[in-house]
């Protein structure tokens, strides 16, 4: 009864140190979506996907990368980190249906000092 | 560009009182959907609103979408200080591919015994 599981759930990182958040979900869900969660500034989208192997940009894409070589993963990577990156990260998946709605994880806190 | 907006932003009430939270677009949404944040975890859904006028009722909680589906509005009936958290609503991005939702800024409710 996992849902999405998100690793690690916080992170402190120093300017311009790379890391990799990941996220699995056990729902054979197609969707998936990187969010980041700011005080003030609500949900914002990263980066999301359609499906394996595929990605596509959010609404603030720029320092992110992501990839989703299998279907139940969706990986978020900072290459080069920065202190604008600190933030609460969630990761959420949906059904192609998607009055189902999201399903998200409990979040990783990343802090860039 | 499509927008949700929430109101109102924070509220601080007593157990017992009853409230109603209001978000409000100048878009058409085909669904709207009410999530509950805690503390320390993602969103979970509570609820996805369909058809205009339409009123959905989960215990305590009354959903209500607006008639032309640019509306919604979330009641509580006696509030309690297990409801406290961040209620958001979202929608699907007009014409949008892969479920992207537009989420709305949020309001903190906290629930004093």
């Known amino acids: 009864n996992a849902g999405v599981t998100q690793t690690p759930k916080f992170r402190v990182l120093k300017t311009g140190q790379s890391m990799t958040l990941l996220c699995a979900q056990d729902m054979n869900h197609e969707y998936m979506y990187w969010y980041r969660q700011d005080p003030g500034m609500g949900l914002r989208l990263i980066h999301y996907?359609?499906?394996?192997?595929?990605?596509a940009k959010g609404e603030v894409p720029d320092g992110y990368n992501v990839s989703r070589l299998k279907k139940q993963n969706f990986l978020l990577g900072l290459e080069s980190a920065a202190p604008s990156q600190t933030s609460v990260y969630f990761c959420?998946?949906?059904?192609?249906?998607?009055?189902?709605?999201?399903?998200f994880g409990s979040g990783t806190r990343l802090t860039v000092v | 560009t499509q927008l949700l907006e929430q109101s109102p932003q924070f509220l601080s009430i007593q157990e017992g009182e009853n409230l109603t939270v209001y978000c409000n677009s100048s878009s058409v949404f085909s669904s709207l959907q009410w999530y509950r944040q805690e503390p320390g975890e993602g969103p979970v859904l509570l609820v996805t609103v369909v058809t205009g006028g339409e009123v959905k009722k989960l215990k305590r909680l009354t959903f209500q979408f607006g008639d032309a589906r640019k509306d919604s509005s979330l009641h509580i009936t006696a509030a309690q200080p297990g409801d406290t958290g961040l209620y958001l609503c979202a929608g699907p991005l007009k014409g949008n591919q892969g479920g992207k939702l537009i989420f709305g800024q949020g309001t903190e409710l906290s629930v004093k015994p």
């Open positions: 959420a998946s949906s059904s192609i249906d998607r009055d189902y709605g999201y399903t």
């Open positions: 996907s359609v499906g394996e192997g595929t990605t």
